[in-house]
């Protein structure tokens, strides 16, 4: 029972857009009409400068270690915090509270996975790094290495059930993000 009601939380946790709040509140306006129409981080700095970036992400970020951190708290497994950590970006995707319109789940992904096991942090940065001259995309560069996160937790944890949650996961943001990536290579080709 405790865990369907964490399941249920971190759902609508998710569905608290940082970037909505923060605009609507200093800006009087609505992130989701303006820009690209994201939510996110990116089109947040992109319209209203780093500041709005760094809170949007953070707040965003901050809802994904909350999952994780509660998680604990409860002493559920971690294969059920994951799940959590996968509801609250599903709930960030697809916010029942905003007719199912939201961001594409990174930032939440990435402070739920680094409060996981912080120890991924130099394996996404190495990656990003390394992909990044041949794309000179941050979205390509960013998705490959989230991609590479279930192989690094299986490094520091040897553990394969949370890999199986976590390559879920990555497919949803993934999936996410197919419209940009549909354009990335009709633009390319």
Same mark, same amino acid.
């Given at each position: 029972?405790?865990?369907?009601?964490?399941?249920?939380?971190?759902?609508f946790?998710?569905?608290?857009?940082?970037?909505?709040?923060?605009?609507?509140?200093?800006?009087?306006?609505?992130?989701q009409?303006?820009?690209?129409?994201?939510?996110?981080?990116?089109?947040?700095?992109?319209?209203?400068?780093?500041?709005? /970036? *760094?809170?949007?992400?953070?707040?965003?970020?901050?809802?994904?270690?909350?999952? %994780? =951190? #509660?998680?604990? !708290? @409860? $002493?559920l497994?971690?294969?059920?915090?994951?799940?959590?950590?996968?509801?609250?970006?599903i709930?960030?995707?697809?916010?029942?509270?905003?007719?199912?319109?939201?961001?594409?789940?990174?930032?939440? /992904? *990435?402070?739920?996975?680094?409060?996981?096991?912080?120890?991924?942090?130099?394996? %996404? =940065? #190495?990656?990003? !790094? @390394? $992909?990044?001259?041949?794309?000179?995309?941050?979205?390509?560069?960013?998705?490959?290495?989230?991609?590479?996160?279930?192989?690094?937790?299986?490094?520091?944890?040897?553990?394969?059930?949370?890999?199986?949650?976590?390559?879920?996961?990555?497919?949803?943001?993934?999936?996410a993000?197919?419209?940009?990536?549909?354009k990335?290579?009709?633009?390319?080709?």
């Amino acid at each position: 029972m405790m865990a369907i009601l964490y399941y249920i939380g971190s759902y609508f946790i998710g569905n608290v857009l940082t970037g909505y709040l923060f605009v609507k509140i200093f800006h009087h306006s609505n992130l989701q009409i303006s820009g690209s129409g994201n939510p996110g981080a990116r089109n947040a700095g992109r319209l209203y400068g780093k500041k709005a /970036f *760094i809170v949007t992400f953070l707040g965003d970020a901050f809802k994904g270690s909350l999952i %994780i =951190i #509660i998680g604990r !708290l @409860l $002493v559920l497994t971690e294969v059920e915090q994951l799940i959590g950590l996968t509801l609250a970006v599903i709930g960030h995707i697809k916010p029942i509270l905003f007719r199912f319109k939201g961001g594409k789940g990174i930032s939440t /992904f *990435i402070g739920g996975v680094i409060t996981f096991e912080p120890f991924v942090i130099p394996a %996404i =940065i #190495i990656v990003f !790094l @390394l $992909v990044y001259p041949f794309t000179k995309s941050f979205t390509l560069s960013g998705l490959a290495s989230l991609c590479f996160i279930p192989f690094a937790i299986y490094f520091f944890q040897n553990a394969i059930s949370p890999i199986w949650v976590l390559a879920l996961l990555i497919i949803i943001i993934i999936l996410a993000h197919a419209e940009n990536l549909k354009k990335r290579i009709k633009h390319t080709s």
